[in-house]
């Protein structure tokens, strides 16, 4: 029997994770049903799960004006008063950070033991107290999503955070009113959201962290404990100002060039033309991750319009050397753990930088491995602050940890069937692989949409997510090879891929099936599924005559066309009869199956001298054409 009650084991003080980030920070919450972000109140802006690091105060410094998406979006126009990146001054002397503060628009000052502070007005804030309004806003907005006061979390810092900043760390939980019950390396929580040393005893894990200002590499020995996971850092590498706005300014630079070039040399850009170039070179970059190739398009005024396309081909040779930067900090990483590629076991990629393409294949190429990218980049963190958060309130969450596939997994079919690659309780790692082909003459493209679930059609299915196999060339309806792989491997993580076979080309997605599933859930869809077995079979049956049927006499509509001259009027009738009558069952709502499937057997068999006549025709043609 499952426990209905698993969730309030803990004794029922909710225990929340928080990525308390350099730019962004997000809270979320692990229950039985697996960990997610928690969003927002409403659904404006501030309904996004992610809250940027932002705090406005008022021009006397008194006041908070502003936290999160509203202090970002007049981060300009209030830049004395808006203060961001204040994680960079947790815990640090006002020496330590002079090159930082030499970027920021706001005011820093040494305070008590030369510690750096922010002043605003006639007041001064420690990093520690700026922090707080952020973790403050955070809570408010836990306590507001799970409808109950939240007083204790598990607080992420980065691996290489000293004491001082650890301290600071605490201290700003202190005067948010959180006790932070643990506080839990960035890396870390990454690995523990895809459940890492947590199945087994040991795990070697690198995380690649590429954020949009700082880059670090860590290296992590992970092990299981009642507890949670203990880990032992055994290197941290990376770099404070290397990310994505470094891209975003290669783009701009091309971009300056090009308009002087063609418009002249002497052309000025304001700082809003720059900015709108910035904005412009994000989106490009972005698009390009998905995308083949991005426009880019500026009016400069006075009837200068700047136009381009930049292909993923294009940015890519950009962003070699930046790529092979962090590579650079990977190889420090490993050699200062006294390790070697080939050591690792996992990979987990984090921060928005890692959607690009290009990072992923040279990341999979430096580690041999390839990366886990199954959980949002920009929430991973967070996801697994609460999955610690989860183990230390004592909430059962063993329902993620099961050692075999609780529920089917499968992809939609033509007509919104599923066709099952791997059934339930199929245990751990599980591989399974499966043929199919195009519907329609010259497909190009096929879109695969992964589904858990034992019912039979989608509709009834729980969707796990899709991608688009493109590229592939046109070619008859039934010709393509397409071979899709399911792949779950030890720690639950699914990888479906699939090939065109002629031509090669291929597209994968990582997912985990069983985050967002209580026990109770599962339980209720394998009810369900008894409970319909019947009429869902009927169903699926449906679909597939109805594919066979619209085949079929498609088929013989062509071959008629062709032949149909050739063939005694009474035989011809005979077919066109039979053709009429499955179509009577293709167009009926609820075709009895038995009938329908004589009706097909029954044009099958009236046709067989039809297919031979045509088939001798063509050889006959091709003949005449040798
Ligand atoms: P983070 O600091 O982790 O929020 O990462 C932000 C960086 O990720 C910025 O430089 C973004 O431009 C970049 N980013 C976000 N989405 C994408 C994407 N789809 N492709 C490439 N870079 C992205």
Not at 135 to 159: C, F, H, I, Q, S
Not at 429 to 451: C, M, W
Request: charged residues 25%; negative net charge.
């Amino acid at each position: 029997m499952t426990n209905r009650h698993d969730s309030d084991a803990g004794g029922g003080e909710p225990i929340i994770g928080i990525d308390l980030g350099t730019t962004n920070s997000l809270v979320a919450w692990c229950d039985q049903a697996g960990p997610r972000v928690l969003a927002g109140p409403g659904d404006g802006p501030t309904a996004d799960a992610i809250v940027p690091s932002v705090v406005r105060y008022s021009a006397d410094g008194q006041t908070v004006e502003a936290v999160g998406v509203e202090a970002k979006r007049t981060a300009v126009e209030h830049a004395g008063r808006t203060v961001f990146s204040v994680k960079r001054l947790m815990g640090r002397s006002i020496k330590d950070v002079r090159d930082d503060v030499a970027h920021l628009p706001y005011e820093v000052v040494a305070g008590e033991h030369n510690t750096a502070r922010v002043r605003i007005g006639d007041k001064v804030y420690s990093p520690q107290e700026v922090s707080a309004v952020i973790l403050r806003d955070l809570k408010k907005r836990a306590a507001l999503a799970l409808g109950r006061p939240v007083n204790k979390a598990v607080v992420t810092v980065p691996a290489y955070f000293d004491d001082a900043q650890r301290q600071a760390t605490r201290d700003a939980g202190r005067i948010a009113g959180l006790e932070i019950v643990r506080m839990v390396n960035e890396p870390t929580a990454a690995a523990l959201a895809y459940h890492l040393g947590q199945r087994h005893d040991d795990a070697t894990v690198a995380v690649y962290d590429l954020g949009g200002g700082t880059f670090d590499v860590s290296i992590l020995r992970i092990q299981q404990t009642e507890q949670g996971a203990v880990d032992e850092v055994l290197a941290t590498a990376g770099d404070t100002h290397l990310g994505g706005d470094d891209v975003d300014q290669m783009i701009v630079e091309l971009i300056q060039q090009e308009v002087r070039d063609q418009f002249g040399a002497d052309i000025e850009f304001t700082a809003g033309t720059r900015q709108a170039f910035r904005n412009l070179a994000e989106a490009a970059k972005a698009r390009l991750s998905t995308e083949t190739t991005a426009n880019i398009e500026i009016d400069l005024g006075s009837g200068c319009v700047y136009r381009r396309q930049l292909t993923r081909g294009e940015l890519e040779a950009l962003m070699l050397p930046w790529v092979d930067r962090t590579l650079d900090c990977c190889k420090q990483a490993l050699k200062s753990a006294r390790l070697s590629a080939d050591d690792i076991d996992r990979v987990i990629l984090v921060g928005g930088a890692t959607r690009t393409p290009l990072v992923r294949l040279l990341v999979e190429d430096f580690f041999i491995t390839e990366p886990y990218t199954a959980l949002d980049p920009d929430k991973v963190v967070a996801l697994g602050a609460a999955v610690q958060a989860s183990i230390l309130a004592g909430i059962n969450t063993q329902m993620l940890l099961l050692d075999v596939i609780p529920l089917s997994l499968g992809i939609e079919t033509m007509g919104g069937a599923v066709a099952k690659l791997i059934t339930a309780n199929t245990t751990i790692p599980a591989r399974a692989t499966e043929q199919f082909s195009t519907y329609v003459d010259g497909q190009t493209n096929v879109k695969i949409h992964v589904l858990q679930g034992e019912r039979e059609l989608v509709d009834d299915c729980r969707s796990l997510g899709q991608f688009d196999l493109r590229g592939i060339p046109p070619m008859p309806a039934g010709l393509a090879k397409i071979e899709v792989a399911f792949l779950v491997d030890a720690n639950g993580v699914l990888n479906v891929s699939a090939i065109e076979k002629r031509s090669e080309k291929a597209a994968s997605i990582q997912i985990v099936p069983n985050h967002g599933l209580t026990r109770d859930e599962v339980a209720r869809m394998e009810a369900d599924s008894l409970e319909h077995a019947r009429e869902d079979m009927t169903a699926h049956q449906l679909i597939d005559l109805r594919n066979q049927a619209r085949m079929d006499t498609r088929a013989i509509e062509r071959q008629l066309t062709k032949v149909g001259n050739q063939l005694d009027p009474a035989y011809r009738q005979q077919i066109e009869d039979e053709v009429t009558t499955v179509r009577t069952y293709l167009d009926a709502d609820h075709p009895d199956p038995g009938e329908f499937h004589e009706a097909l057997d029954r044009m099958d068999k009236a046709t067989v001298r039809l297919a031979e006549i045509a088939i001798a025709t063509t050889l006959r043609e091709d003949q005449d054409v040798e």
